[in-house]
């Protein structure tokens, strides 16, 4: 009867199959490293366009609300709505009724902006454009500042602001990070509704 501290029988395969199951192992991870950077990217842009998707019906759930007056100290705040992001690095920015880099080469002073009411744009870095619209009645989206009594009122109304062009005073763009919580209200210059930034 052998010992069984002298039988290496089993002890002389153990190597050789180690090395077989780490190599396997190592061809596992590597296939799912590579499954993963594939992958990726489509599960960040499907999570991107959920978000941007969620604001837009938010813009649209204010849109038959109460528009506040800013030329009426009295007037009670009109319709809001929080949007919140937590977009990727790879977003360049996300703007509101304006395309403002229209050659998609990342510079955002350097043509002239085009409006596009109900549209909501996001720009990835790689300079890729993507539309989402707003659906219901037409959208206008103003920028919004605090007078020198802290009221929101749109940015082109606050007097000396002769600086910025009419175009920017109407457009509203977050630029990277885009990432936070941000309120819109709805407001009434002059008879026409717009969706107001407030940050």
């Known amino acids: 009867m052998k010992k ?46 959920a978000q941007i998707e969620t604001a837009s019906l938010s813009l649209l759930s204010i849109q038959r609300g109460y528009a506040r007056d800013p030329a009426d100290r009295n007037s009670p705040e009109g319709s809001m709505c929080t949007l919140t992001f937590s977009l990727p690095p790879s977003v360049r920015y996300i703007s509101f009724g304006v395309d403002p880099d229209r ?53 082109g109304s606050q007097e000396g602001n002769e600086t910025s062009s009419a175009l920017e005073n109407t457009a509203v763009i977050i630029e990277d990070p885009v990432s936070g919580e941000f309120l819109f209200e709805m407001v009434s210059c002059n008879g026409t509704k717009y969706i107001m930034s407030r940050f």
């Open 4 to 49: 069984f501290n002298s039988d290496t029988v089993a002890a002389d395969t153990i190597p050789l199959k180690l090395v077989v199951y780490l190599a396997l192992l190592a061809a596992v991870v590597l296939l799912l490293a590579h499954l993963w950077s594939i992958t990726s990217p489509v599960i960040q842009d499907a999570e991107i366009k």
């Open 103 to 155: 050659e998609c080469n990342g510079n955002l002073t350097d043509s002239e902006w085009v409006t596009e009411s109900n549209t909501i744009i996001y720009q990835y870095k790689s300079g890729v454009k993507k539309r989402v619209l707003v659906e219901g009645n037409p959208v206008h989206f103003i920028k919004g500042t605090q007078n020198s009594e802290g009221m929101w009122v749109p940015a």
